[in-house]
């Protein structure tokens, strides 16, 4: 199974800020996922991102609200940009097992946004 | 394309008990299932998944789960429910190469 770390575990934003989530991966991995996870709700996909390429959002996803970068197969980040409070989430790193499809989630990121 | 629907956002079984945790899905072709579960502040763990073979699964922490195709079920059970066991689970499926749809989620409680 992959390691995933997550940074920051948690912080606490004011509106109109910018965040950026940075996820390290202990092995190279073609493809890395974001999700958000809002306050009792399941996951849901923001982006798929691969190296070397743009990152494929997911509808209601933009590029400009969630920026993100995956300079190399072991790193990504996403940025939350421009928070209101609706963004308060935890937001979640995974990679994909090619042959079985299971995902490997980080610990995730815990953003309250006031 | 997949969907997969959970039955019953809470569940509260007693300690010692069955659990029992619903998940039907949608798809065209078979698809790969998995639970998976998420304790209080932390990210999802992956319990069982099913790919092909054989369709009773055996996962951690003493869970199983079945694949049933003619009634689109991958339902989770444990024998015997144990105070750990209180998380949100999660089901979700994938057909091979596409993205993985997540269900909404069953938060378990066990009572003493």
């Known amino acids: 199974s992959a390691v995933i770390s997550q940074k920051p575990s948690r912080d606490i934003c004011q509106r109109g800020t910018s965040l950026t989530i940075q996820c390290q991966v202990d092995?190279?991995?073609?493809?890395m996922f974001w999700y958000r996870q809002q306050p009792g709700q399941s996951l849901t996909l923001i982006a798929t991102a691969n190296q070397g390429s743009e990152a494929t959002y997911e509808s209601g996803f933009v590029i400009d609200k969630f920026p993100i970068s995956r300079p190399n197969l072991t790193f990504s980040t996403l940025t939350v940009s421009n928070m209101s409070p609706e963004d308060s989430s935890i937001y979640l790193c995974s990679v994909k097992r090619e042959n079985t499809g299971e995902l490997f989630f980080g610990e995730g990121s815990r953003l309250t946004v006031l | 394309a997949q969907s997969v629907t959970q039955l019953g956002s809470h569940v509260s079984v007693s300690e010692g008990a069955l659990v029992l945790l619903r998940c039907n899905y949608s798809s065209s072709v078979p698809p790969y299932l998995f639970w998976y579960v998420q304790y209080p502040n932390q990210g999802l763990q992956l319990l069982l998944k099913?790919?092909?073979?054989?369709?009773l699964v055996k996962g951690i922490n003493g869970f199983e789960a079945e694949f049933k195709k003619s009634e689109t079920s991958f339902h989770l059970t444990k024998p015997s429910a144990h105070m750990s066991d209180a998380a949100e689970y999660f089901c979700a499926v994938t057909l091979w190469g596409d993205k993985i749809i997540f269900g909404k989620g069953t938060r378990l409680h066990i009572l003493p």
């Open positions: 092995s190279q991995v073609t493809m």
């Open positions: 099913y790919t092909t073979g054989a369709t």
